[in-house]
């Protein structure tokens, strides 16, 4: 990078040359010329990147922000005259009564479901690392639930759990426990979906942390035996701490997606009953979209909180990881 | 040195955002002039993606296209995503020139200026039954006609009847058919389905049960509206109708009546060919009022409207398609294959004569009422929000009928 970019007083340099020598010899006139054109080459190069992400990612950015500071009725959408009414969006979405529920879903169903996920996911990881027959089988077999369209699983779950008709009851019933109204008590709801999507979260976390103890070389495991360290000991001395680096990024990289889950909530309960399961991410598309009359504002307000909470957490991410590496 | 690139990077960065808007708006206007030069081709949006090329509803069209003389590019779409499109395409000023819509949507699309009402693009609505027009109707003015019209009534399975020893003919009102209800599961057989899903097909098939209480929807926590959500509540204390009705779209309560465990099953017009492959008999029954009588049911069905042009020259040549769709002929073939009732009375005479099981869906439609009626207009999405979530309240066992209508009437104010 330094060596590309030259002093800020050289172009008068080249200037005061070029009026110094009368005819100046080519091959050093190219030479200075060279690295300008390697310039424009370079901002070339940058154009299409600049131009996808300004269309795709800043431009709706703004859009968004945008609607979240306007007051949008259906006509003021479609006349595109809507007045701007600073943060009375988030006012509105503030006073909202959903407001505090749907922050207790989100927090809890993002904690609980990064928390298992990364639990299971490391134990299934460290499972696999010993090489057993059949291994490679098995762990293929995990990542089934990743593979499949979000449709497919979700539908399948909200049949399973059918409080009627649905496997899991007629499980417990077999068993001697009363039915439980998986998806259509308020007090079980959002456990249902918070199951679904742990389900679905696993492998993701088993296939990164899995590759991360690849990395761990194992003369380190044969050090620690050699000491005396048992399985126990190896695991918290020895895998847990090498394995920070890949645990941050995993779990940062679950907090995001699982933040904006919305597709398992839909199908299964649609948020419900009476927002009994609604987070953020349904909330805003409920305001938006599931109403007859949609409520573009407060729905991308919503929008926005979601985005920032994301933002937050991946500044605390890169922040703790400069961190690491200075010390 | 890092921030003078840096700089020149955020330049770089603006400029392009300003050349791509700029190319988006530029882009915006080609499209609609491709439009306008391409005039012998008519938009047509639809809610029927169940039909493809080549069956009779696309055959239909292009025939009216023809008599009109011009090509109709039809597009169908999930009945859900229709409105947000319209609205989408209107913001780009590339609305569709003949729109079919749901008809509580229209009084949406009427307030955001997207459509043209009947004084402008002259479309002849006096054959329609008043009752069905209203869905389309705000401040005295009239947005569209009705292509056909469905509502809800009671599919009751005879053989499951039988055996409880229920006369049908007894259920008259809703002390008799929570009685027939009570039979039913006596006898261990299921009682209702319904669909009680948070979503607007929730406050649908609670609608009947709420007029037929004799509430308004613009008192929600009166005592007939709590009368009736206590009446859904009490069937599922008792066992009646099963929990999962609360998560029931009417396509999956549709489902659980076909199994053949159920005696009575709330559902549409539009189901009438699936219950003749369901394999048992079935009878058709209105829904009762409280206290005897049909409640009145909402409409269901969509509306032919034409949306606002730039190009105003496009309206005689829409309004020529659109009286084609709904003239007498068409509309008895169109709400055959749709399983509709006719919105006027000369058609629905005809549907009767042809098949006599229609009757009672015809009576059914007669007395039924637009859910935007009553001049609600765009006040009806947020009142029917708060009530489908009040039903889920209740049944759910979250909120008690009475709590759970107050806070609805609260959040509506």
């Known amino acids: ?67 979240s500071l306007r007051d949008y009725t259906v006509r003021s959408f479609v006349q595109g005259n809507a007045p701007f009414t600073g943060i009375e969006n988030y006012r509105t979405v503030f006073d909202d009564p959903t407001f505090a ?45 990743w593979l499949l369209p979000l449709i497919v699983s979700a539908s399948t779950w909200s ?112 948020g419900g009953p009476a927002d009994a399961s609604t987070t953020f991410a349904t909330w805003s598309y409920q305001l938006g979209f599931g109403n007859l009359l949609p409520a573009f504002g407060p729905g991308a307000a919503v929008g926005n909180l979601l985005v920032v909470a994301a933002l937050v957490f991946g500044l605390i991410y890169l922040k703790v990881q400069r961190k690491q590496a200075l010390s | 040195m890092h921030s003078s690139s840096r700089r020149r990077l955020t330049a770089v960065a603006l400029s392009t955002v300003v050349a791509v808007t700029g190319a988006a708006c530029s882009s915006g206007a080609g499209s609609t002039d491709t439009k306008g030069s391409d005039s012998g081709t008519y938009t047509l949006w639809d809610p029927y993606p169940q039909f493809a090329k080549g069956s009779a509803w696309v055959k239909l069209l292009d025939a009216c296209g023809a008599e009109a003389g011009v090509k109709i590019k039809r597009t169908g779409y999930d009945t859900s995503d229709l409105a947000n499109k319209a609205l989408l395409a209107a913001q780009q000023d ?154 029931n779209t009417q396509t999956t309560s549709w489902q659980e009546f076909a199994g053949g465990d159920y005696a009575f099953a709330e559902n549409g017009t539009w189901q009438l060919a699936n219950a003749k492959k369901a394999g048992f008999e079935y009878g058709v029954l209105p829904i009762p009022g409280a206290d005897g009588g049909s409640a009145a049911a909402p409409t269901g069905g969509e509306f032919v409207t034409l949306p606002t042009q730039g190009d105003t020259g496009r309206y005689a040549t829409s309004q020529k398609l659109a009286t084609c769709l709904t003239s007498t002929q068409n509309l008895y073939d169109t709400d055959t294959t749709l399983s509709y009732v006719a919105p006027t009375g000369e058609v629905q005479a005809q549907q009767v004569a042809a ?59």
């Open chain 2, 94 to 247: 590339n609305s569709a020139d003949i729109l079919i819509v749901d008809n509580p949507v229209v009084s949406t699309l009427a307030e955001a200026g997207v459509l043209t009402t009947t004084d402008d693009n002259k479309l002849d609505t006096s054959k329609v039954d008043p009752n069905l027009l209203a869905a389309g109707q705000s401040d005295g003015k009239t947005y569209g006609t009705p292509i056909g019209a469905n509502t809800l009534a009671l599919y009751y399975n005879k053989k499951i009847l039988k055996e409880a020893g229920v006369d049908v003919a007894s259920v008259k009102d809703w002390t008799s058919l929570t009685a027939a209800l009570a039979k039913v599961k006596a006898a261990g057989k299921k009682g209702i389905t319904f669909s009680a899903i948070g979503t607007e097909e929730g406050s649908f098939q609670f609608l009947p049960w709420f007029w037929g209480a004799g509430a308004q929807l613009t008192e929600l926590d009166s005592a007939q509206a709590v009368a009736a959500l206590s009446l859904w509540k009490d069937w599922l204390k008792e066992g009646y109708a099963p929990n999962s009705v609360i998560n």
């Open chain 2, 355 to 413: 098949n006599a099981e229609l009757k009672p869906w015809v009576e059914a439609v007669k007395a039924a009422k637009g859910r935007t009626s009553d001049d609600l207009g765009t006040r009806y999405p947020k009142i029917s929000e708060q009530l489908w979530k009040a039903v889920q309240s209740a049944l759910s066992g979250a909120k008690s009928p009475k709590d759970a209508l107050t806070s609805a009437q609260a959040a509506v104010k």
């Open chain 1, 101 to 145: 529920p749907a922050l207790l879903h989100t927090a809890l169903f993002t904690a609980v479901c990064l928390l298992f996920q990364y639990v299971i996911g490391l134990a299934l990881a460290v499972f696999f690392t010993q090489h057993f027959r059949l291994s490679a089988t098995l762990r293929a077999l995990f990542l089934v639930p």
């Open chain 1, 1 to 67: 990078m330094k060596q590309t970019i030259h002093p800020p007083d050289h172009p008068s340099a080249h200037v005061r040359n070029g009026a110094a020598i009368a005819a100046p010899p080519p091959a050093p006139a190219r030479a200075r010329r060279r690295p300008a054109s390697e310039q424009w080459a370079a901002w070339a190069f940058l154009t299409p990147v600049t131009l996808y992400l300004a269309l795709f990612y800043a431009y709706p950015l703004y859009r968004n922000l945008d609607l």
């Open chain 1, 159 to 270: 049949w399973m759990l059918n409080s009627e008709s649905g496997v899991v009851n007629a499980a417990l019933h077999a068993l001697g426990i009363a039915p439980v109204n998986w998806l259509t008590s308020p007090s079980w709801s959002l456990t249902s979906v918070i199951i679904a999507n742990i389900w679905i979260g696993v492998p993701f976390n088993l296939v990164v942390l899995h590759s991360g103890l690849q990395s761990i070389p194992a003369s380190l495991y044969e050090a620690a035996a050699l000491d005396g360290a048992n399985a126990w000991q190896r695991f918290w001395r020895v895998t847990f701490p090498l394995l920070r680096p890949v645990s941050a990024i995993t779990l940062l990289l679950g907090l995001i997606y699982t933040l904006k889950v919305f597709d398992i909530i839909w199908i299964m309960t649609k």
